[in-house]
């Protein structure tokens, strides 16, 4: 037994599973390797981002009350612009997660007698009661924003006529949703993204387009911005907070909707003069450095448990081969235990929480039981490796992140060792 196997087999991983896992490796190292390319190119982005703006130790300096000329937050501003190549970007710890930074950028530049379109599709569920197809106070119908939507074929692709036929002379927004986030739908690709603006544009010239960015920064070379999209928009406790950002969100986007968003998130008139950083810019800038291989390192966990799990009978989402647009990977286990025994593993691999039990809970707002695992530094980061899943049919979990490749790969393996563990799968 060498060592790293011997280390492993003393945290509960067998043999067999670790020997499965490293076979199973061996066919993907040209896979890894063009995820790493990617990596390279955009961490390169960034770094370059970084120079041409002059961070230096000043941006680090921390601010409190208003935030006036607050040197360290424009010049983030400055580059998360470039790197994205908008005219303009927020980017603020104000903004409280990712269902915030969309509810500013859809109310800041949504009306009342305007219409807002999703042409892929029902949207995550939290932007559900932000939007009022679930009734909530403050929503968007509730201030006489009216909303249409127009499903995907049933292969997946655009329903251009239909999308054709839903937009009218009220139609102000598009927004449309990078990732699957919980659907069984697959990801867009950016060059997919990019032909749907084309097409809705071309029905509606002035149409604005936003993108909900969620989970898909960096895995591609390109972003929805370098297609057309007039605002991009995510949560940093995902992949551009590189694990290291404590809180966050960001819309980048055209300078007239960008000035919008900033004048809904603080007051018309002050916009991005005031909001003080609270010490907290060395850490959304050291996450936005790390986050092109952070990003990198939870797409090789959801490349390698698609791959390991896939040949054992378990359907992958995307599947094993299939080229990935986003950070997220479903595996259908097929009942409540092998859900429970997967996230059991995922769970005991945490450098955080290691000890707790994941169990199936009633979570308010879902009708169904959910488990979820999660042993992360920053709570409720998904950018850390992370499982959940409702209790139902097809059993899916969705698990995501590892702020290191390493970590996904343990994680993974001990998720594999509990089904075995359970009687659910034999190697
Ligand atoms: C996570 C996510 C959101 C919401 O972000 P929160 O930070 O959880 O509020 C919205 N859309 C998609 C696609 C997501 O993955």
Redesign the pocket.
């Known amino acids: 037994m060498d060592e790293l196997m011997e280390l492993y087999v003393g945290m509960g991983i067998s043999p067999a599973v670790y020997e499965y896992g490293e076979k199973t490796l061996k066919k993907l190292e040209e896979r890894f390797a063009r995820v790493d390319k990617i990596a390279e190119y955009n961490q390169a982005k960034v770094i370059s981002a970084m120079q041409k703006n002059h961070v230096s130790a000043a941006c680090f300096a921390g601010t409190t009350g208003y935030g006036y000329d607050d040197l360290g937050r424009d010049n983030l501003e400055r580059v998360y612009a470039d790197v994205f190549h908008t005219e303009a970007a927020l980017v603020r710890p104000q903004i409280t ?4 930074a ?1 509810t500013v950028a859809l109310s800041a530049n949504l009306l009342p007698g305007d219409e807002l379109l999703s042409p892929v599709g029902l949207p ?1 569920d ?2 559900q009661e932000v939007i009022g197809i679930r009734p909530s106070p403050c929503s968007l119908a509730e201030y006489g924003v009216s909303y249409r939507q127009v499903d995907l074929l049933s292969d997946g692709t655009f329903d251009y006529e239909g999308i054709r036929a839903a937009i009218n002379e009220k139609t102000k927004l598009v927004t449309i ?1 990078r ?1 699957k ?1 919980y659907a069984t739908r697959p990801t867009f690709s950016v060059k997919q993204i990019g032909e749907l603006i084309a097409f809705c544009k071309s029905i509606k010239p002035d149409l604005k387009v936003m993108v ?1 960015n ?2 898909g920064e960096f895995v591609e070379t390109i972003e929805p911005s370098d297609v057309g999209a007039d605002m991009i928009v995510g ?1 940093l ?2 992949n551009p907070g590189g694990g290291l950002a404590p809180i966050g969100g960001y819309i980048c986007g055209t300078q007239e909707c960008v000035d919008r968003c900033a004048y809904r998130l603080t007051a018309p008139g002050l916009g991005q003069e005031v909001g003080a950083n609270l010490g907290l810019m060395t850490a959304l800038y050291q996450g936005f450095f790390l986050a092109p291989t952070v990003t990198a390192g939870a797409e090789k966990g959801a490349i390698f448990a698609a791959n390991l799990y896939e040949p054992l009978g378990f359907r992958c989402v995307p599947s094993a081969s299939e080229e990935r647009h986003d950070i997220i990977q479903a595996v259908e286990l097929g009942s409540e235990a092998g859900m429970i025994a997967f996230c059991k593993g995922i769970q005991a691999a945490a450098p955080v929480d290691s000890f707790a039990d994941p169990m199936p809970w009633d979570m308010p707002g879902y009708n169904d039981k959910v488990i979820m695992a999660a042993g992360a530094f920053i709570q409720g980061s ?1 950018i850390e490796l992370s499982a959940d899943g409702p209790i139902r049919e097809p059993y899916a979990v969705y698990f995501q992140g590892g702020l290191t490749w390493l970590h996904a790969k343990l994680g993974i393996l001990m998720s594999l060792q509990k089904l075995v563990d359970a009687g659910l799968v034999q190697l």
């Open positions: 997660c990712g269902t915030h969309l995550y939290t932007l949703q990732s986030g909900d969620c989970y949560s406790i995902k998904s």
